[in-house]
């Protein structure tokens, strides 16, 4: 398959931010993704592109999220520090989670300019965080806090080893990825979640074990899509007995062929 056919998927950055105190990069911005999320985007032959964030203390040219979002056929939005609770019109419950605002903002920004183009959207983890915010939504800041008679969602010494079950919604769009399957197995990762749904989505699944909000997806007809999942299906493990990562990249760039037709992006 020549590059000229091949699906061009941004993206969004993780943000190191400059710390004088670093022995590497010292006071230096450094932006990058994670492995392991390039690669499952790379699985299925699309390109892989980190999109990074055209402002900041040392912003040369004229380039804008826009730009990226006119010349890629989609994006995912994934992992890394909390949405910061300013984000969605909250203070800070603690100061250890005030998470990332630059970020969240950036991301807003980048969410925006591919709905404008109409480009398709997949959340993974904080991906799913951050669209319901951007959209309106709210969270949980900590959800051992919040919610003590929870699920632990993140365990840090077991990290994606840590499982349970996700029960998917009857008639939803993510059920007919998973034909016969009412109930799955997940990693999970993660200690915020979604407290408010942000309007115009529709709840796809949740956790089996205490309710949490596990998988969303824009409800809106005649809008471009969005969707996004709690847990993380780039760290599936070949063999395990968790739920294929495979049916959601798929159905991702689906969305994302059907687009790049129906512009005639090169």
Known sequence: MSSHSRLKIGISACFMHADPTR?????????????????????TGALA????????????????????????????????????????????????????????????????????????VFGVCRGLQLMNVAYGGTLYQDIATQLPQALQHRDATVY???????????????????????????NSIHHQAIKQLAPGFVVEATSGEDGLVEAIRRS??????????????????????TIDDAALLDDFLNAARATKRETNTP
Request: a negative charge.
């Open 23 to 43: 022995a590497l990069f010292t006071g230096k911005t450094l932006q990058y993704v994670e492995q392991s999320i390039a690669h499952w985007v790379m699985s």
């Open 49 to 120: 592109v980190m999109i990074p964030s055209p402002s900041g203390a040392t912003q040369r040219g004229d380039v804008t999220l826009d730009h990226y979002a006119h010349w890629l056929d989609g994006l995912v939005l994934h992992g890394g520090a909390d949405v910061s609770p300013l984000s969605y019109g909250e203070q800070p419950l603690e100061a250890r989670w005030c998470g990332d605002k630059i970020r969240d903002e950036y991301e807003i920004d980048l969410v925006a300019a591919f709905e404008r183009h109409g480009k398709p």
């Open 160 to 186: 994606d080893r840590n499982f349970h079950t996700v029960d998917i919604e009857p008639g939803s769009h993510l059920q007919s990825l998973y034909p016969g399957h009412s109930r799955v197995k997940v």
């Open 220 to 241: 809106e007809p005649g809008r471009s899509y969005l969707a996004a999942v709690q847990w993380h299906p780039e760290f599936h493990q070949s063999g395990a007995d």
